[in-house]
T-cell receptor, first 109, second 117 residues
Framework: KQEVTQIPAALSVPEGENLVLNCSFT??????LQWFRQDPGKGLTSLLL?????REQTSGRLNASLDKSSGRSTLYIAASQPGDSATYLC????????FGTGTRLTIIP | GAGVSQTPSNKVTEKGKYVELRCDPI?????LYWYRQSLGQGPEFLIY????????DSGLPNDRFFAVRPEGSVSTLKIQRTERGDSAVYLC???????????????FGPGTRLTVL
């Protein structure tokens, strides 16, 4: 059974800093890994999807990497802004999508 | 429509009642998924449809939960004899392709917040 872990559970950083969110998964036989953003009381917004054959994806200030063999993915956010404050979820796709419990990110102005 | 829509956005019901939650996927998406998200947790898979049929319902917690997608588009999640423990946000997602293979990004709706009193 796939298990996904996200560390840290919460993170606060000053505006402008670069930061890294971590995601690990136990079953490396994934099709892809997806990073989402969730604002309080809202649904999920897809940020980046990395196919199992890829090592990274970039979108604007976001960069996600995937090391399938070690069961790890990271989400790098450059030049953080207060609007980046949200919960970030990663999800590993085998037959099903298995989510981590998220990292609650707060960017301090 | 532009995205996945879910209705109602909020539902408050009493223990023991029956509820229906609706999901309208992105037009043309063949795959549809239901998830349940409890407070402070990530979403948990409930059921997956490919077209009209339930391809995987292994995440449904018990037989009080049932979902249909009769015409391969709109789906309804039905919960009988609701319990307080059913309180959660129910999320729906759709995907343009089947479960296997590349390019099967899932797009999520805003969710229905169910509260069972």
């Amino acid at each position: 059974k796939q298990e996904v872990t996200q560390i840290p559970a919460a993170l606060s950083v000053p505006e402008g800093e670069n930061l890294v969110l971590n995601c690990s998964f136990t079953d490396s036989a994934i099709y892809n890994l997806q990073w989402f953003r969730q604002d309080p009381g809202k649904g999920l917004t897809s940020l980046l999807l990395i196919q199992s054959s890829q090592r990274e994806q970039t979108s604007g200030r976001l960069n996600a990497s995937l090391d399938k063999s070690s069961g790890r993915s990271t989400l790098y956010i450059a030049a953080s802004q207060p609007g980046d404050s949200a919960t970030y979820l990663c999800a590993a796709r085998n037959e099903k999508l298995t989510f981590g419990t998220g990292t609650r990110l707060t960017i301090i102005p | 429509g532009a995205g996945v829509s879910q209705t109602p956005s909020n539902k408050v019901t009493e223990k023991g009642k029956y509820v229906e939650l609706r999901c309208d996927p992105i037009s043309g998406h063949t795959a549809l998924y239901w998830y349940r998200q409890s407070l402070g947790q990530g979403p948990e898979f409930l059921i997956y449809f490919q077209g009209t049929g339930a391809a995987d319902d292994s995440g449904l917690p018990n037989d009080r939960f049932f979902a249909v997608r009769p015409e391969g588009s709109v789906s309804t999640l039905k919960i009988q004899r609701t319990e307080r423990g059913d309180s959660a946000v129910y999320l729906c997602a759709s995907s343009p392709r089947t479960a296997r293979g590349a390019g099967n990004e899932q797009f999520f709706g805003p969710g229905t917040r169910l509260t069972v009193l």
